[in-house]
């Protein structure tokens, strides 16, 4: 469980002293009785402000500069853009230190602060244990990829591909595990790049509190698993190319989100407090390194912070984190590397085989690389865009590339997957495009069934499907040049 794997191997009497550093304090037991009415009224409104998380809508002068500068001063900037539009999430100080940049921020939403950690809350087990209304914790993830290979023994199996910062520190902390599908033929999900099967990767919540993401990763399972021999396009699917699911690559970051209950703890980035001890878990300042701004490839250039309770912290080198520098090394055991040459227009040859997506929210975008430089495209920039552009179709998302419709990043995955393996990389930022009220980083739980997976079923089979030949795509030039700059 969460609550245990942060307490493991601390003593008894420091781990409320950890749960102090890890999560917002906890409002003062004591109690004033006020004898002006009007006093106990203005007490009760500040302190409400106090515990409330916004949500500011900025208008922007010059969109791209701006957003740097949001990210570079160590505001919150959400994964998502309406317009010219970008959203900050910070307390109530938040919007005067936004005016003081000349901006005009508006209130969008509000919601509580999350709640300090209470370890004596009675929790479920296994496959049962989830919180917020449903969403699955990092132990029920793991219990279920081992349900499903109990269960489907000849079309899954569970790959340990490292372990977590807070594991490597010998402070509880968790595996890092993926799941491997696919009718198995003799070797099949062997940690070989030259696999017989072209391969589809899958991951979500590298940004723990995108918690949305998690659950189409465990729908995604059992929808292969569960449809195998029913469903044709399935089936085919199933004997023809390999599966592969991380549903939780930042594991550490999700045990602190899933400690809030239903008022889950908004923790972005790993655990890693090396660089940054003090800074807590709120929206305004929170430890750990952003896993989606380290990977190493064009590192600290584009939508980073320095300083390291920033939410966009990039950490101290490229490829700092054992979270990263595992999963890098499962991409290179499980891809070849095709792209040879090194400059930013070389491209990945006609021939590769392959393909990577990573989830996030929640802006209802398809984005692919260049993600560090929209200004400059890839050598295989007519097939990325063709492939984003019929996933945009699917699920009625905007795409194109980071800076084009959202803002510039550097240090992502999928920059990283293609830049180093010449692999077809996506992200998906799954998001509320029709008004649903599934909007956020922790909709309703009720969204999953509803309205996201009825979205991203199609999408990955159709992403699946063209893992075998990706850069082959010939969509049609309307399509492909749509979204160009």
């Known amino acids: 469980m969460p609550r245990k ?14 749960a102090a550093a890890l999560l917002p304090q906890a409002a003062s037991a004591h109690v004033t009785t006020y004898a002006n009415p009007a006093r106990a009224a203005g007490d009760t409104a500040q302190n409400a402000t106090q515990n409330t998380v916004f949500v500011y809508r900025v208008r922007t002068h010059h969109l791209e500069q701006d957003a740097q500068t949001l990210m570079r001063d160590g505001y919150d900037l959400m994964e998502h853009r309406q317009g010219n539009d970008l959203f900050v999430m910070g307390d109530s100080t938040a919007a005067s ?73 010998g402070k509880g902390g968790e595996d890092l595990k993926a799941i491997c599908i696919t009718k198995m033929q003799q070797g099949d999900c062997q940690l070989n790049p030259n696999s017989a099967k072209p391969r589809f990767f899958l991951m979500s919540q590298i940004h723990a509190r995108e918690i949305a993401t998690g659950e189409i990763s465990w729908r995604w399972i059992d929808e292969l698993t569960g449809q195998y021999g029913k469903d044709s396009d399935i089936t085919k699917l199933m004997d023809t190319t390999e599966m592969w699911v991380v549903p939780d690559a930042n594991p550490d970051g999700v045990d602190m989100v899933a400690q809030g209950g239903d008022n889950p703890v908004l923790q972005r980035k790993n655990a890693d407090d090396t660089n940054g001890s003090s800074c807590g878990a709120s929206a305004e300042s ?92 890839t050598g295989n920039d007519s097939a990325l865009r063709g492939i984003a552009a019929q996933l945009g179709s699917i699920t009625g998302y905007q795409y194109g590339q980071a800076g084009e419709i959202l803002y510039d990043a550097s240090g992502g995955t999928d920059d990283w997957t293609y830049d180093k393996l010449g692999l077809a990389s996506f992200t998906i930022e799954i998001g509320d495009v029709d008004n649903r009220g599934c909007d956020g980083f922790t909709p309703p739980y009720s969204c999953q069934d509803s309205y996201f997976w009825p979205k991203m079923k199609p999408a990955l089979l159709y992403a699946a499907q063209h893992a075998t030949a990706p850069y082959q795509t010939t969509p049609s030039s309307t399509a492909a040049s749509a979204h160009r700059r």
């Not at 794997?5 to 950890?18: D, F, H, S, T, Y």
Request: charged share 20%; aromatic share 8%.
């Open 5 to 18: 794997r942060l307490a493991a191997g601390i003593a008894a009497g420091a781990v409320v002293a950890v």
């Open 286 to 377: 929170q430890i750990g390194v952003d896993l989606n701004r380290n990977a190493g490839t064009h590192w600290d250039t584009t939508g980073i912070s320095h300083q390291p309770c920033d939410q966009e912290y990039d950490g101290p080198a490229a490829d700092s984190e054992t979270e990263n520098t595992a999963l890098e090394g499962l991409f290179r055991e499980l891809y070849p590397a095709v792209r040879t040459g090194s400059g930013v227009t070389d491209p990945a040859p006609d021939t590769a085989r392959g393909m990577m997506i990573t989830m996030h929210s929640d802006a209802s975008m398809v984005l692919f690389p260049w993600e560090y430089d929209s200004t400059v495209h």
């Open 97 to 169: 230190g936004l005016r003081t940049l000349g901006f005009s921020p508006k209130v969008v939403k509000s919601m509580p602060k999350p709640k300090p950690l209470r370890l004596d809350k009675p929790h479920a087990t296994g496959v049962d244990d989830t919180y917020d209304g449903g969403y699955h914790t990092v132990d029920a993830q793991y219990a279920h990829m081992d349900q499903v290979v109990s269960q489907h023994p000849d079309l899954a199996t569970v790959v340990t591909y490292g372990q977590s910062w807070l594991k490597k520190q």
